[in-house]
């Protein structure tokens, strides 16, 4: 089945269908200003009725496209798989002519209107909706994610750019469905003219679906991010149900900031060390005072900031054995070992936890 001569589908689209076997049955489309091509039943239809059907090998996946093996060694990295599909459909529509679905992308739109390609002028009408913020957020992560993936990739064809991605994520979210574990979600031609969502909502993996389990072990955040990190203070924390290396992981700073990448994680190192020793110090300080005597501090645990050659710092965390009333120093005893004396008020430190009397 197909469609008549008075079809509002271009000819090289139909011939597109024809060629991979896409075909539907009850089904005639029409055109309206403001509205676009859409499907009217010409049928009534019932549950498990096949109006459109369309092999697997036509549909635009991860599985299928170009450089298949480097996305997939994306989504093993733990990039989200719609955003992987958003650069597969970007790949393949910088392929031109040479794409399997040159014909088919050249009957969609460059990108869906969401506010997340939105100026900002046209962001302030949605001021007081949340809307603004959920798509400023989230681009700000599908950028994050993106410069993970350059450094990643081993695609035989270079990636398009980011502003190319961005266009091509408006298709994923709005128009894939999830095909099967193996393909996962998928541009479905055909299908997806006849249903799909232009909703800015949040997806899974979007700032604020924190309701994963953080990682304790000292080796595994050391892991995902770098030897130290434990030890400097930051935390990793899974979103929803499952964590990998891109969108399902948080990355938490010392001083409680989220990124959403591990580049970002990195870039914010050196300014994360040193917020959170100013923020950490106050902290103490107001500790003191509640404490009452400095001797009261005795037995906490600290991590002091040492700055090393070139500018770059590094935590060395230990315990406060005693404090020397006279010379107003603590004798800290460091995890690897080492001690010294110590003048807290003279250098950048960290509370990490303080001993509470029975």
Same mark, same amino acid.
């Given at each position: ?69 480097a996305l997939h060694a ?13 650069l597969a459909i970007a ?18 739109? #460059?990108?869906?209107?969401?506010? %997340? =390609?939105?100026?900002? $002028?046209? *962001?302030?009408?949605?001021? !007081?909706?949340?809307? +603004? /913020? ?52 998928? #541009?479905?031609?055909?299908?997806? %003219? =006849?249903?799909?969502? $232009?909703? *800015?909502?949040?997806?899974? !993996?979007?700032?604020? +679906? /924190? ?148």
């Amino acid at each position: 089945p197909g469609a008549s001569m008075s079809s509002p589908l271009p000819p090289p689209l139909l011939a597109w269908f024809r060629r991979h076997r896409v075909s539907w049955a009850g089904l005639r489309f029409e055109v309206a200003e403001g509205r676009g091509v859409y499907g009217v039943a010409e049928v009534d239809l019932n549950p498990g009725s096949v109006v459109v059907a369309v092999p697997k090998a036509a549909m635009l996946t991860r599985k299928n496209v170009r450089d298949a093996n480097a996305l997939h060694a994306l989504l093993a990295l733990g990039l989200p798989s719609v955003e992987v599909l958003g650069l597969a459909i970007a790949l393949e529509r910088a392929a031109g002519k040479s794409s399997k679905w040159h014909a088919y992308l050249q009957s969609l739109p #460059l990108h869906e209107p969401l506010p %997340l =390609l939105w100026s900002a $002028a046209e *962001l302030r009408m949605l001021a !007081g909706t949340g809307l +603004d /913020e959920t798509s400023q957020r989230r681009k700000r992560r599908l950028l994050e994610n993106y410069r993970s993936a350059v450094e990643e990739w081993e695609g035989a064809a270079p990636l398009p750019s980011s502003e190319e991605y961005l266009r091509a994520c408006t298709l994923s979210s709005s128009r894939a469905f999830l095909v099967d574990g193996e393909h996962g979600e998928g #541009l479905v031609p055909l299908a997806d %003219l =006849l249903n799909h969502k $232009a909703a *800015l909502a949040e997806e899974q !993996g979007d700032e604020g +679906d /924190e309701g994963g389990e953080e990682i304790q072990a000292t080796d595994e955040i050391d892991g995902r991010l770098w030897t130290g990190a434990a030890a400097e203070g930051w935390v990793v924390r899974a979103k929803g149900k499952t964590g990998q290396k891109w969108g399902n992981w948080i990355y938490v700073g010392p001083s409680g900031t989220k990124y959403h990448s591990k580049v970002a994680a990195f870039e914010a190192r050196d300014a994360e060390a040193h917020r959170a020793a100013d923020t950490d110090s106050v902290a103490l300080s107001r500790l003191k005072s509640e404490a009452g005597p400095p001797e009261a501090l005795v037995g906490a645990r600290v991590s002091v900031l040492w700055s090393e050659e070139g500018g770059a710092g590094a935590w060395y965390p230990g315990q406060l054995w005693a404090f020397d009333a006279a010379t107003r120093e603590y004798h800290i005893l460091y995890d690897d070992n080492s001690e010294e004396r110590l003048d807290l008020t003279k250098v950048k430190h960290r509370l990490l936890y303080q001993l509470q009397p029975p």
